[in-house]
C-alpha cells in the first residue's frame, strides 16, 4: 500500500474554518526569539494553543507530553537543527503523521527537496505573515485531525 501524502488540492478540500482553530494545539520550534514571539502572537490572535520551544532538544523533551497537533520548525539551530529534528519527529511511530512545516529564510530548490526528504509537509519562508502562518494551520490542522480519528 501507497503511503504518499494527500495533494495540495486534498488538503485545500479539508480546511478548518478560524472557529475551529482554538482546538489546535501547535509547535513553533526556534532558536530565534523574536520568530518565537511573533509566530506566537499570531497564532493566540486565532485562537490555538501555542507551544514553544528553542531547539530540537528542547521541543523533543515537549512533544511527548504536549501532542501537537502541528509543528513549525526552523531549519537553521544550533545542535539539533530543523532537519534532524523533523526526522527524528516522523521516525517516531506515535508522530509520523503529525504535520511537519521547515521554517527558514533560505528558499532553494536544494533546501525545500531536503526538507522533503526528512519528511516535511510544506517549507515557509522567513519573514512569514500571519496570512501565510494561519492558512498552514488550517490545511494541515484538519488533516492532522482526521489521522487522530482515523487512529482511534
Known sequence: MSQEKPSQETFNQEKLTLDQLSKVKVMVIDD???IR??????LKAS???VILA???FDALAKISNEHPDLIF???MMPRLDGYQTCSLIKRNARYKTTPVI?????D???DRARGRMVG???YLTKPFTQETLLDAVQIYAAHSKANQQEAE
Open 54 to 56: 528553542e531547539d530540537g
Open 108 to 110: 532553494g530548490l536544494f
Open 37 to 42: 514571539r511573533s509566530a506566537e502572537i499570531f
Open 47 to 49: 485562537g490555538c494553543q
Open 102 to 106: 521547515m521554517l527558514s529564510s533560505k
Open 120 to 122: 516535511s509537509d510544506q
Open 73 to 75: 520548525v526552523d531549519i
Open 32 to 34: 530565534s526569539n523574536t
